[in-house]
C-alpha cells in the first residue's frame, strides 16, 4: 500500500495511512533525541512499524513501559530464554515484542511500575512512591481541573461506565506515576548515552502514555527542555488517538472481544 502524507501546520501532526516504512521517517525523527513510538498493545502491525523504527534510528538506547530493570537485564542476556517469563506477564504475544527489543544491541532501559508500588499509590499517592524528585516532575501537585475532569471522563468510558467516578482517581495517579518513570527513564538513558552519536533513545510505550499533551514528552519538556522529542501515535481503522502526536500512523484493528461483557454491559 502506497503511503500518503499530509502536512498541514506545525500543530497538526504528520498522517500516515497503512503500514508505516522506516524510511517513511521525517527528519525532526531522526534528529530528536527522544523518539517515543505509541502502540496499541496488541496490534502486530504497530509492533512491526516499532520493529522498522528502532531498525532505522539506531538509537542510543531503548525504554520500555513492559520491563522492570531487572527484567530488561535477563531479556538482553537471553532473548529466547526469557520468553517464558514474559508469557507470565500478562502483556500480549512475545512474538510481537521480540523483534522491537532486538532490531537494536543498545542498552534497554526498564521503565516498568512495579504492581505492588501501583496499588500502594492508590492510598498513599503517586509523590510518595516516584523514584526521583517529585516536585520537579510535577507530582507534588493536584492536575488542573479541566485535565482532572477529561481523566475522569476517559478512565469513566472505559471500565464502561460501570465503575463510580470516585474510585477512578487512583487509576489517574498511577498514570502519572508511569507516565514520569518512562520519562526519567528516557532522561537518563538520554544521559547515559549522550556522548554516542548514533541515534536517539527510543520509548516503547501505550499511545496513552506517547500522548503529547500530557504523556512522557510533556515530563520530558518540564525536566529537560534541552531535549527534543518526537512522538508516533499509531491508530486503527482511521482512528487518531487522543493527545497530540508529531506523527500518526494508522493500521488495520485487531478483532478483540467487547470489555464491556467483563462488567455485564456489552458496548452499544
Known amino acids: 500500500m502506497r ?7 506545525l500543530s497538526v501532526p504528520l498522517a500516515l495511512s497503512g503500514m508505516a516504512m522506516a524510511n517513511d521517517l521525517p527528519d525532526a525523527a531522526l534528529a530528536a533525541d527522544v523518539v517515543v513510538l505509541g502502540e496499541v498493545h496488541d496490534n502486530p502491525v504497530h509492533h512491526s ?44 504475544e512475545y512474538d510481537m515484542y521480540l523483534p522491537v527489543f532486538t532490531a537494536t544491541d543498545a542498552p534497554i532501559y526498564g521503565a516498568a511500575v512495579p504492581r505492588d508500588v501501583a496499588r ?4 498513599e499517592g503517586v509523590a510518595a512512591h516516584f523514584d526521583g524528585d517529585a516536585g520537579a516532575y510535577g507530582l507534588v501537585d493536584p492536575l488542573p ?8 471522563d476517559l478512565q469513566f468510558a472505559a ?19 508511569r507516565d514520569a518513570t518512562l520519562a526519567k527513564a528516557a532522561i537518563q538513558a538520554s544521559d547515559d548515552t549522550g556522548e554516542d552519536s548514533a541515534g536517539p533513545v527510543v520509548v516503547i510505550t501505550g499511545n496513552g502514555h506517547a500522548r503529547k499533551d500530557w504523556g512522557v514528552p510533556s515530563y520530558i519538556a518540564r525536566v529537560r527542555p534541552d531535549l ?9 481503522d482511521g482512528g487518531t488517538p ?21 462488567f455485564g454491559k456489552p458496548s452499544e
Do not use: K
Open 242 to 262: 487522543d493527545g497530540g502526536f508529531d506523527l500518526v500512523v494508522d493500521a488495520p484493528a485487531v478483532g478483540r472481544p467487547d470489555p464491556c461483557l467483563e
Open 49 to 92: 512499524n516499532q520493529a522498522e523504527w528502532v531498525t532505522a534510528l539506531t538509537p542510543t538506547a531503548i525504554v520500555a513501559e513492559m520491563l522492570t530493570p531487572d527484567q530488561a537485564a535477563d531479556l538482553q542476556a537471553d532473548p529466547e530464554g526469557y520468553r517464558a517469563t514474559w508469557d507470565a506477564s500478562g502483556w500480549p
Open 120 to 123: 500502594v499509590v492508590y492510598s
Open 159 to 177: 471500565h464502561c461506565d460501570a465503575m463510580p467516578r470516585a474510585a477512578l482517581g487512583g487509576m489517574i495517579e498511577v498514570q502519572r506515576l
Open 145 to 152: 481541573g479541566d485535565q482532572n475532569a477529561v481523566r475522569l
Open 228 to 236: 527534543t522529542v518526537f512522538s508516533i501515535g499509531q491508530g486503527e
Open 3 to 9: 503511503l500518503l502524507f499530509s502536512f498541514i501546520c
